[in-house]
């Protein structure tokens, strides 16, 4: 995206992600561009912080300890926004984001989706995922997602493209497999870590598997205003 000029010096933009801020990071100092990212974890604000200031980045870049549906907007609004692997936080929510409010700009959404035959149905189950791994989770359909963005910018965003990546995933869920194994415990007792290590572990096989059936779907999403 920074590459085809979504985004330049003079931009505003906020991000809502889970990536402890590298995107951010490298986004600002390629493009220039002033980044506002917002995360609900004290240690993780800590930590993007820091590394603001190790690569001379305070000037461009702000971290905010909140919600990012309830980001603060600058004067003139937001010129772009983006939102990495953040779908998944409720369905309640999705109608109603300030995030596809984007007033002159253009917002990418990315995350993981369920296909539609299966939608209806995994909402009435209970499964793995939702009870030890995310309470309260979700993941929408591409045609409910879509809904929810005419719904939730009150039809003030047109979806420009939908580019499917559910190819990418498998990688991704190998490697972080692998960093699991050689992750070590820290305050955490033998028992306790391999208690973890065996529940994520099934995690990351059993969204591996979602993916190769083609249950699972990773999508971008790129809107106008």
Known sequence: MTCQGFLSPEMNYSCADWSKGTGESETAKVTGCRVTATTLSTEQKVLFE???KA????????????????TPRPAGGYDRIISI?????????????????????RAVVQGITMVNK?????????????????????LPSIPYLLSCIDVGSSSHLEV?????????????????KEAMVRGKGGRWGEWEL???????KYYFLYCEAGFRAGVLGGHVYLCCA
């Open 118 to 138: 299966f939608h209806t149905f995994r909402n009435k189950s209970d499964n793995f995922i939702d009870r030890y791994i995310f309470p309260g989770g979700y």
């Open 194 to 200: 391999e208690d973890f290590r065996r529940r994520w």
């Open 55 to 70: 690569e001379g980045l305070e000037d461009r870049i702000e971290v905010k300890l909140c919600d990012y549906r309830s």
């Open 85 to 105: 692997e953040m779908l998944d936080v409720g369905r309640k929510h999705l109608r109603h984001s300030p995030s596809f409010e984007v007033g002159g700009g």
């Open 50 to 52: 820091e590394r603001v």
């Open 160 to 176: 420009e493209s939908v580019s499917s990546i559910g190819e990418k995933f498998d990688q991704n869920w190998e490697r972080i």
